[in-house]
């Protein structure tokens, strides 16, 4: 992404720095795909957030404006010299690791699903893990917040996943592509979807289906938690999938 005229956002009353046009802003000026992140994002100062297909932080920022710690986990250099140009920018660079690479549900690996649907988009080979072995590489002691986008492998992230949603109940936002193309003809018929929410829900795990464009996000949040987003937040939903 070529530099261009940094735009400022906001959310929560907290302000960072983009580059226009890019994809942080509709045409109203309102952050990308701020229905979702309004009603459900609400990480806190302190926070640590996993952003799995980080892309140029369109997650990530937000975080950061937000006080959180941010793991970008993205395969593409491409993208991740973009986003550290942007942590720069803000004056972020100290909230946020980056790490180059693929999560998929073993390490090394590139599953049939991970073939066909995201490993079209990785710029060369990237090294292949899972969620569970990143998360015990790092040290980290805690995982508040997870938001997983990698172009259809959203399953194979999750079920490599499974300890760290067991050990730290997150809150987990998918962006599900089961019904758009390309990658709706390997999520359809393997029903990537349906398994998806069937390992939320054996996990104890709460979950809305929430649309937004011409795909959906899937929220799961554990069910421990009586409510979420807080209660004060008027969007507050209570509803399952």
């Given at each position: 992404?070529?530099?261009?005229?940094?735009?400022?956002?906001?959310?929560?009353?907290?302000?960072f720095l983009t580059e226009a046009p890019y994809e942080f802003a509709d045409r109203v000026g309102r952050l990308g795909e701020g229905?979702?992140?309004?009603?459900?994002?609400?990480?806190?100062?302190?926070?640590?957030?996993?952003?799995?297909?980080?892309?140029?932080?369109?997650?990530?920022?937000?975080?950061?404006?937000?006080?959180?710690?941010?793991?970008?986990?993205?395969?593409?250099?491409?993208?991740?010299?973009?986003?550290?140009?942007?942590?720069?920018?803000?004056?972020?660079?100290?909230?946020?690791?980056?790490?180059?690479?693929?999560?998929?549900?073993?390490?090394?690996?590139?599953?049939?699903?991970?073939?066909?649907?995201?490993?079209?988009?990785?710029?060369?080979?990237?090294?292949?893990?899972?969620?569970?072995?990143?998360?015990?590489?790092?040290?980290?002691?805690?995982?508040?917040?997870?938001?997983?986008?990698?172009?259809?492998?959203?399953?194979?992230?999750?079920?490599?996943?499974?300890?760290?949603?067991?050990?730290?109940?997150?809150?987990?936002?998918?962006?599900?592509?089961?019904?758009?193309?390309?990658?709706?003809y390997y999520c359809v018929p393997h029903d990537t979807r349906g398994k998806i929410l069937a390992t939320l829900k054996t996990l104890?795990y709460t979950v809305v289906d929430e649309p937004y464009s011409d795909r959906n996000f899937i929220v799961g949040w554990p069910s421990?938690?009586?409510?979420?987003?807080?209660?004060?937040?008027?969007?507050?939903?209570?509803?399952?999938?």
């Amino acid at each position: 992404m070529p530099p261009t005229a940094a735009q400022q956002l906001q959310i929560r009353g907290r302000t960072f720095l983009t580059e226009a046009p890019y994809e942080f802003a509709d045409r109203v000026g309102r952050l990308g795909e701020g229905p979702i992140i309004d009603r459900y994002w609400h990480v806190q100062e302190g926070d640590v957030v996993f952003d799995v297909g980080a892309g140029h932080g369109l997650w990530t920022l937000p975080s950061c404006a937000l006080g959180a710690r941010v793991y970008a986990v993205e395969p593409n250099e491409s993208s991740c010299v973009a986003l550290e140009r942007l942590l720069a920018l803000n004056r972020f660079t100290s909230q946020c690791h980056i790490v180059q690479v693929a999560l998929s549900n073993r390490k090394g690996e590139h599953p049939a699903e991970l073939r066909a649907c995201a490993a079209p988009f990785f710029e060369g080979d990237p090294e292949i893990t899972t969620l569970d072995a990143l998360v015990k590489a790092l040290k980290i002691p805690k995982v508040d917040w997870i938001k997983i986008d990698v172009e259809g492998g959203e399953r194979c992230v999750i079920a490599g996943g499974l300890r760290t949603l067991m050990r730290y109940r997150p809150v987990v936002v998918i962006e599900d592509h089961t019904g758009v193309a390309p990658f709706m003809y390997y999520c359809v018929p393997h029903d990537t979807r349906g398994k998806i929410l069937a390992t939320l829900k054996t996990l104890s795990y709460t979950v809305v289906d929430e649309p937004y464009s011409d795909r959906n996000f899937i929220v799961g949040w554990p069910s421990e938690r009586v409510r979420f987003p807080p209660p004060d937040d008027p969007h507050a939903v209570a509803g399952t999938v």
